[in-house]
């Protein structure tokens, strides 16, 4: 039985009372304050606090005592029955120590804590018009519901009539049949009943068809980014590369990324058998791209139509006597077109050229 120290605290003033055993070495021979007065300095509802208290002691840390402790237990009561069990703990011994392995989680734990603290806190406060409320949700959506079935009714309700801003007396009480199909729904699955949800399913999709929830939710939709996932698939259609990136590894995603590359290059450069593999996807390529060039040929001139080709049908193409070309003249004076071409006569070839021997520059041919 662990025996806490009487004398008198040196913060308050009390005397005698039980004051707090010292574990830490560090303050070895001096004196600790009374359990009432950490009471009043450290929040018990805040395990950051708690763990604050559990160092200054150099006691472990176990936020799962604590919590359970908690249901029960306040003030200075909490913290000597916690260090009593933990004193008293024999796996502990010797070495008796500050510890916490899980001090990155619990600043997530005490959030959700205090959450679940303040709705306790809420419902409590909440109970002398719980069943006025009851009574009046039993009215608009059934007897057969409880008090949280109708507080997750009346949310889902008025949060998809504000959504999708209905004002058809219609389409309101499809809402609310729909409601009423998804909370079965729900209760289906938690219970594991197939059957259930099988027919509760294909009741919700009658209904939403009914309710015409699918236009209704497209009409609702805008072109701006409201989500994570929207901003994601935005920045990777547009190409976006963040311009501070360095090409160093700045976070655990960096570094991740940088050891996927460097693993497949790895494997890449020292495996023995990816020669054959590396030749196949080179191969496959390869049969793909004559596969295009083909279709393309073959959509200007298909292959039957290759195969029907007749030559009898084919119409002459027109020559081209090579006296229309050795017979046009040219005018190097015209002053519109220097090259304008101009037919002549095989005479006036030959005065040009003064001898039928010579080229136009004056040499024998």
């Given amino acids: 039985m662990i025996k806490f120290p009487k004398s008198k605290c040196p ?28 009471a009043e300095m450290i929040d018990e509802h805040n395990i950051d606090k708690v763990d604050l208290f559990c160092r200054t002691y150099n006691l472990p840390l176990k936020p799962d005592l604590w919590i359970e402790l908690n249901k029960t237990s306040h003030g200075a009561a909490l913290f000597k029955q916690y260090t009593t069990i933990i004193l008293e703990d024999k796996t502990l011994q010797p070495n008796l120590y500050y510890q916490n392995q899980t001090h990155d989680l ?5 959030k959700e804590w205090l959450k679940t603290r303040s ?10 018009i719980k069943e006025s409320y009851t009574t009046r949700g039993q009215l608009k959506w059934g007897d057969q519901y409880t008090f949280e079935d109708i507080l997750q009714l009346d949310s889902v309700y008025t949060r998809t009539i504000k959504a999708n801003n209905i004002v058809n007396p219609i389409q309101k009480e499809a809402i609310k049949t729909l409601c009423k199909l998804q909370l079965q729904l729900n209760a289906a699955i938690r219970e594991g009943d197939s059957k259930g949800i099988k ?24 072109s701006d980014i409201t989500t994570v996932a929207e901003l994601s698939d935005y920045l990777e259609k547009t190409g976006f590369q963040p311009k501070f990136y360095d090409g160093f590894d700045r976070d655990e995603v960096d570094t991740a990324l940088h050891d996927m590359n460097n693993t497949l290059r ?7 058998s990816i020669q054959p593999l590396l030749e196949e996807m080179a191969r496959k390529k390869q049969e793909a791209e004559e596969d295009k060039q083909t279709k393309e040929a073959t959509d200007v001139t298909s292959m039957q139509d290759l195969m029907d080709y007749n030559p009898e049908e084919t119409e002459e193409v027109a020559h081209e006597a090579d006296s229309d070309v050795t017979d046009l003249k040219f005018e190097p004076d015209a002053p519109d077109d220097l090259t304008a071409p101009v037919k002549i006569s095989h005479e006036e ?7 039928g021997n010579k080229d136009l520059t004056g040499g024998d041919k």
């Fill in 119 to 128: 709705f306790a806190e809420l419902l409590a406060r909440l109970e002398p």
């Fill in 11 to 38: 913060r308050c003033g009390r005397n005698p009372t039980e004051l707090m055993i010292n574990n830490n070495p560090l303050l070895a021979g001096t004196s600790t304050i009374c359990f009432d007065c950490i």
């Fill in 266 to 272: 790895k494997t890449i450069n020292e495996s023995t």
């Fill in 199 to 222: 027919d509760y399913s294909s009741a919700y999709g009658i209904m939403a068809k009914q309710a015409d929830l699918e236009n209704m939710i497209a009409e609702t939709k805008t």
């Fill in 349 to 355: 070839s030959k005065e040009l050229t003064g001898d």
């Fill in 106 to 110: 619990w600043a997530m734990v005490n």
